[in-house]
């Protein structure tokens, strides 16, 4: 497989991963109201090839729930509390913007490479 | 039969194995056949990728990967093809 070859994998890589994640986000944001939800992350990991990366597998956030305040709601306790989610819109909003741009300079990327490829094939023509 | 056209027969014989030619591929006909495989390979490989994409499968970024592939694997094979065409008019064109 030449460089280019490779190249493009990689990078076909890194934009399906960007797009788990950005799955993974509008999972979470979907579930902001979810009583009980726990957001879903996932870490990146390097493939064994040692070029290609992949989401690995998906933990829920250990953080303690958010107590919701609403003694008419059915799963309210005795205080008049409920388990809410822990999604922070904040975290989600700067993941997805993240996922985004990443997929945007590895598309870039992959653009270039095919550029590049053409290019040199070009040089051939008159 | 003269001794010396029996001793010229076996000269012959002799040196008929030295000009034959050899069966075995050289350096250069392996490599392109190995380019020609590999050629071959990237397009079964966009042949199935964009089947099992329109069959709801393979994810878009599998199939963009595989025609960006083949894209590039079918300008190298045309414009190598040029080339050969081209040399092969050259020659045609000189004058014997």
Known sequence: MSEFASALSTTTSALRLQANRIRMISENLANTDTPGYRRKIAPVRLAQDGATVSLGPVQLDQTVLEQVFDPSHPLADGTGHYDGSNVNLMIEIADAREAQRSYEANLKIFDQTRQMSSELMGLLRR | ?96
């Open chain 2, 1 to 96: 039969m003269d001794i010396r056209s029996i001793f010229a027969a076996q000269k012959y014989a002799a040196t008929r194995a030295a000009t034959a030619a050899t069966p075995q591929p050289d350096g250069m006909a392996a490599s392109v056949g190995e380019t020609i495989n590999s050629f071959q390979q990237a397009l079964q490989m966009t042949d199935r990728t964009s089947q099992d994409a329109l069959a709801g499968t393979a994810d878009p970024h599998a199939l963009v990967h595989a025609l960006a592939q083949s894209e590039l694997a079918v300008e190298a094979a045309v414009t190598v093809r040029n080339k050969v065409v081209e040399a092969y008019q050259e020659i045609l064109r000189m004058p014997i």
